[in-house]
């Protein structure tokens, strides 16, 4: 089972065996554990730590959601669902989240509660009522205050971890200053004046290629009027760290001061490129930027991130909200989130450009890794009428990738909100209403597409502007079809095919030439989707596109198995599936391999049909997608199924479609693509 998203730190875990054993027993016995502390306390290294412990104990059940970047409580619910892997739809909530835990014994942690409690605890209320195997492990400077809340107070270090701590640190920071016995006391005594906090340590030891232990203490307590005892710990503990946070601020140089400012309205991590693009203005030269970076990791104040092609860091929450306050100090906090916004749609413009060519992979796996951002950017643009323009451009450029991930139901809500202010031009609402009909009816959210295409039939009545009419045809051809009149729906499609090529739309012009097809086997006119599909690639493959020509070869191949012809069905449904596999395009890997049952069950190969089934059933769950949203690939199922039971008998179907639906998707691909050694005969 998915251990969800884990943003442990890559630096050593340091101490905190007495308080990780605690925590471990506690969330055993408790149903719902709060780890409390002042920020940069180790909350969140800590409950990592238990959820690596208990991992193996719940059976792998154990899910990690960071809720740090999220601004709208009503997201609360679609981002656990999500990482937990409920059904995706604009309106994901407790309900869908328990279907999928069920009474499985399970941990979800949420980490940075604290800015979004009333959500956080109107979530965590319904889950523990209707899971009762569930545990919930939470971090948060404040409690969620529910009945039956155990709260865990974080602790400061002991003197010896904290010690330890600083010379681990110090270690990287400086490997040529040599801290010796001589030096525990004074590092003993920094360590007191800094309340033991472990992120108020490692900041302090990122100095030591600058100042001896003694000479930071004395910094401190000089500039900051810190004590070495308080009376009243939790304060004393929140100022400590403040000022430690302050004191580093203060060491910067005035282009890493500014830099840590503006790098505070990123979210999830961002790279090099990203910074010195969104980042650069007066006082901070775009050529400044990668000093500036370098300067504020050798500081413990950013965390290099993974291990890519491309340097990505991440900033601490303690450390990102005092680089907020300073922008909100100086009345920029707008401005700079709109560099942000504009730096990801400038991204996502890009994306869209190259959409049509061999760089797709590439892209898709650069906004995988930037969909933190992506949200916090419609954040800011769907909150304001003016800015909401900005949004629907977002949505419109970010179709396939939003389709392609299990991301409808995210892109529904941000659309919705965006197109209720009423504001942008005919045409930028025309063209994020098309989107918005093709990804809510593949939900299948068929009220809200019929809703928007309403609105978007009414702004072409009388319209000369052809893209509008272009993306009236679009929206009506995927809305009729799946009313259930493919007729209609193939008879706009060819003419939006038309206007696009007329329009010079290489991109969505492909695109309704693959819908086109899907349309026209709906209706059982298998040759002429074939040359609908045969059309698609004709435009794609020349220019070295391999996400939409995947997707036409799939609906060859489902031609062909309507045809009996199974060995070149074979054919091009495993070489769907291999590029699917590559892009991690979820709707298009479950497509694949449900075909891939089918022929299984043509071929007699009932373990393998029934496991594949099994396999797909499990991504339309997580996607929220299905085939039967698909009137003629639902009969074509429906015959697979029956055939496949027949072969096996019932309890032995029931048996291996169970096993396909737990089964890891790599393994579940490898027998799809029929590698040695991974049937199930």
Same mark, same amino acid.
């Given at each position: 089972?998915?251990?969800?998203?884990?943003?442990?730190?890559?630096?050593? !875990?340091?101490?905190?065996?007495?308080?990780?054993?605690?925590?471990?027993?506690?969330?055993?016995?408790?149903?719902?554990?709060?780890?409390?502390?002042?920020?940069?306390?180790?909350?969140?290294?800590?409950?990592?730590?238990?959820? *690596?412990?208990?991992?193996?104990?719940?059976?792998?059940?154990?899910?990690?959601?960071?809720? +740090? *970047?999220?601004?709208?409580?009503?997201?609360?619910?679609?981002?656990?669902?999500?990482?937990?892997?409920?059904?995706?739809?604009?309106?994901?909530?407790?309900?869908?989240?328990?279907?999928?835990?069920?009474?499985?014994?399970?941990?979800?942690?949420?980490?940075?509660?604290?800015?979004?409690?009333? +959500?956080?605890?109107?979530?965590?209320?319904?889950?523990?009522?209707?899971?009762?195997?569930?545990?919930?492990?939470?971090?948060?400077?404040?409690?969620?205050?529910?009945?039956?809340?155990?709260?865990?107070?974080?602790?400061?270090?002991?003197?010896?971890?904290?010690?330890?701590?600083?010379?681990?640190?110090?270690?990287?920071?400086?490997?040529?200053?040599?801290?010796?016995?001589?030096?525990? *006391?004074?590092?003993?005594?920094?360590?007191?004046? $800094?309340?033991? $906090? /472990?992120?108020?340590?490692?900041? =302090?030891?990122?100095?030591?290629?600058? $100042?001896?232990?003694?000479?930071?203490?004395?910094?401190?307590?000089?500039?900051?009027?810190?004590?070495?005892?308080?009376?009243?710990?939790?304060?004393?503990?929140?100022?400590?760290?403040?000022?430690?946070?302050?004191?580093?601020?203060?060491?910067?140089?005035?282009?890493?001061?500014?830099?840590?400012?503006?790098?505070?309205?990123?979210?999830?991590?961002?790279?090099?490129?990203?910074? @010195?693009?969104?980042?650069?203005?007066?006082?901070?030269?775009?050529?400044?930027?990668?000093?500036?970076?370098?300067?504020?990791?050798?500081?413990?104040?950013?965390?290099? #991130?993974?291990?890519?092609?491309?340097?990505?860091?991440?900033? $601490?929450?303690?450390?990102?909200? !005092?680089?907020?306050?300073?922008?909100?100090?100086?009345?920029?906090?707008?401005?700079?989130?709109?560099?942000?916004?504009?730096?990801?749609?400038?991204?996502? #413009?890009?994306?869209?450009?190259?959409?049509?060519?061999?760089?797709?992979?590439?892209?898709?796996?650069?906004?995988?890794?930037?969909?933190?951002?992506?949200?916090?950017?419609?954040?800011?643009?769907? =909150?304001?009428?003016?800015?909401? /323009?900005?949004?629907?451009?977002?949505?419109?450029?970010?179709?396939? %990738?939003?389709?392609?991930?299990? &991301?409808?139901?995210?892109?529904?809500?941000?659309?919705?909100?965006?197109?209720?202010?009423?504001?942008?031009?005919?045409?930028?609402? +025309?063209?994020?209403?098309?989107?918005?009909?093709?990804?809510?009816?593949?939900?299948?959210?068929?009220?809200?597409?019929?809703?928007?295409? @309403? #609105?978007?039939?009414?702004?072409?009545?009388?319209?000369?502007?052809?893209?509008? =009419?272009?993306?009236?045809? %679009?929206? &009506?051809?995927?809305?009729?079809?799946?009313?259930?009149?493919?007729?209609?729906?193939?008879?706009?499609?060819?003419?939006?095919?038309?206007?696009?090529?007329?329009?010079?739309?290489?991109?969505?012009?492909?695109?309704?030439?693959?819908?086109?097809?899907?349309?026209?086997?709906?209706?059982?006119?298998?040759?002429?989707?074939?040359?609908?599909?045969?059309?698609?690639?004709?435009?794609?493959?020349?220019?070295?596109?391999?996400?939409?020509?995947?997707?036409?070869?799939?609906?060859? &191949?489902?031609?062909?198995?309507?045809?009996? *012809?199974?060995?070149?069905?074979?054919?091009?449904?495993?070489?769907?599936?291999?590029?699917?596999?590559?892009?991690?395009?979820?709707?298009?890997?479950?497509?694949?391999?449900? +075909?891939?049952?089918?022929?299984?069950?043509?071929?007699?190969?009932?373990?393998?049909?029934?496991?594949?089934?099994?396999?797909?059933?499990?991504?339309?769950?997580?996607?929220?997608?299905?085939?039967?949203?698909?009137?003629?690939?639902?009969?074509?199922?429906?015959?697979?199924?029956?055939?496949?039971? =027949?072969?096996?008998? /019932?309890?032995?179907? &029931?048996?291996?479609?169970?096993?396909?639906?737990?089964?890891?998707?790599?393994?579940?691909?490898?027998?799809?693509?029929?590698?040695?050694?991974?049937?199930?005969?």
């Amino acid at each position: 089972m998915s251990t969800g998203v884990r943003n442990a730190s890559l630096a050593s !875990f340091v101490g905190r065996a007495a308080e990780v054993a605690e925590v471990c027993r506690l969330v055993e016995d408790r149903r719902l554990v709060t780890v409390l502390g002042v920020g940069g306390s180790g909350k969140s290294r800590v409950a990592h730590r238990v959820l *690596d412990e208990l991992a193996s104990s719940f059976d792998g059940s154990v899910w990690a959601i960071d809720l +740090a *970047d999220l601004v709208d409580p009503a997201m609360v619910d679609h981002l656990v669902g999500s990482a937990l892997g409920a059904p995706a739809s604009a309106d994901l909530n407790a309900a869908a989240i328990i279907d999928v835990l069920g009474s499985r014994r399970a941990i979800v942690y949420l980490d940075n509660c604290e800015h979004l409690l009333g +959500a956080c605890a109107r979530l965590v209320t319904a889950l523990l009522a209707g899971c009762p195997g569930l545990h919930v492990l939470t971090s948060s400077r404040r409690v969620v205050d529910l009945p039956g809340e155990h709260v865990f107070a974080m602790p400061p270090l002991t003197t010896a971890d904290a010690v330890a701590l600083f010379l681990a640190r110090a270690a990287v920071a400086d490997p040529e200053t040599v801290l010796g016995p001589s030096d525990v *006391d004074s590092v003993a005594d920094l360590c007191a004046t $800094l309340d033991r $906090l /472990p992120l108020a340590i490692e900041l =302090a030891a990122a100095q030591i290629g600058n $100042l001896a232990p003694l000479e930071i203490e004395r910094s401190l307590r000089r500039d900051f009027g810190l004590m070495s005892v308080s009376a009243d710990a939790e304060s004393q503990g929140l100022s400590s760290m403040e000022a430690c946070i302050r004191w580093s601020y203060e060491l910067c140089s005035p282009e890493e001061q500014l830099l840590w400012a503006r790098l505070s309205v990123f979210g999830g991590g961002f790279s090099r490129a990203d910074a @010195r693009a969104a980042c650069h203005s007066d006082g901070l030269q775009a050529e400044q930027v990668g000093r500036a970076l370098d300067g504020l990791v050798g500081q413990c104040l950013l965390e290099p #991130e993974g291990d890519g092609a491309e340097d990505r860091y991440r900033i $601490l929450e303690v450390i990102r909200q !005092f680089g907020a306050a300073r922008l909100v100090d100086s009345g920029e906090l707008a401005v700079w989130r709109r560099r942000h916004r504009d730096h990801y749609l400038d991204l996502a #413009e890009q994306f869209d450009r190259a959409w049509i060519g061999p760089d797709q992979a590439a892209w898709m796996t650069r906004f995988r890794l930037e969909h933190v951002n992506l949200r916090l950017a419609f954040d800011f643009s769907v =909150a304001d009428p003016v800015e909401a /323009p900005f949004a629907m451009r977002m949505c419109t450029v970010l179709e396939h %990738y939003f389709a392609s991930t299990g &991301g409808g139901g995210e892109a529904v809500h941000w659309l919705s909100l965006a197109l209720a202010h009423g504001t942008g031009t005919a045409r930028e609402r +025309a063209s994020a209403l098309r989107v918005g009909c093709f990804v809510a009816v593949l939900l299948p959210d068929l009220d809200t597409a019929a809703a928007w295409y @309403r #609105e978007l039939a009414d702004l072409s009545v009388g319209s000369e502007d052809e893209w509008i =009419a272009a993306y009236a045809l %679009y929206g &009506g051809a995927v809305l009729r079809t799946w009313q259930g009149d493919a007729d209609t729906g193939a008879r706009l499609a060819g003419a939006g095919i038309e206007l696009l090529h007329r329009l010079e739309d290489v991109s969505r012009e492909a695109n309704l030439h693959f819908l086109r097809g899907m349309m026209l086997d709906w209706i059982d006119r298998p040759s002429a989707a074939a040359h609908a599909y045969t059309r698609c690639l004709e435009l794609t493959e020349p220019r070295g596109e391999k996400w939409l020509s995947s997707y036409a070869a799939w609906g060859l &191949g489902i031609d062909a198995l309507l045809a009996d *012809d199974l060995d070149r069905a074979t054919d091009f449904e495993r070489q769907a599936l291999e590029v699917k596999v590559g892009f991690g395009d979820q709707l298009g890997i479950g497509l694949a391999i449900e +075909a891939l049952a089918w022929i299984a069950a043509e071929q007699e190969r009932g373990p393998d049909a029934a496991v594949l089934i099994g396999a797909a059933e499990t991504i339309w769950s997580v996607t929220g997608m299905a085939v039967a949203a698909m009137p003629y690939l639902t009969r074509r199922r429906e015959l697979g199924i029956s055939q496949t039971r =027949a072969l096996l008998g /019932p309890d032995r179907y &029931g048996e291996l479609v169970h096993d396909g639906r737990e089964l890891p998707q790599a393994d579940a691909v490898a027998v799809a693509l029929g590698l040695p050694g991974t049937g199930t005969e």
